[in-house]
């Protein structure tokens, strides 16, 4: 067991780390996106009408 860690212990790290970030990710979520087809900024037609 000591032999195996000792020759793969930075690759245990590595996927370790990689692990930690996937689990974060999940916890963290993905913030809501806009419908498809909606406009994300409202813009004004036309030059100083109201």
């Known amino acids: 067991?000591?032999?195996f860690l000792r020759?793969?212990?930075?690759g245990?790290?590595?996927g370790l780390l990689f692990l930690a970030s996937l689990?974060?990710?999940a916890?963290?979520?993905?913030p809501p996106s806009t419908p498809t087809g909606?406009?994300?900024a409202v813009t004004r037609s036309?030059?100083?009408s109201t």
């Open 1 to 3: 067991m000591k032999r």
């Open 7 to 10: 020759d793969n212990g930075l």
């Open 12 to 14: 245990l790290a590595f």
């Open 23 to 25: 689990v974060g990710q």
């Open 27 to 30: 916890f963290a979520g993905n």
């Open 38 to 40: 909606s406009p994300t």
């Open 46 to 48: 036309g030059s100083g």
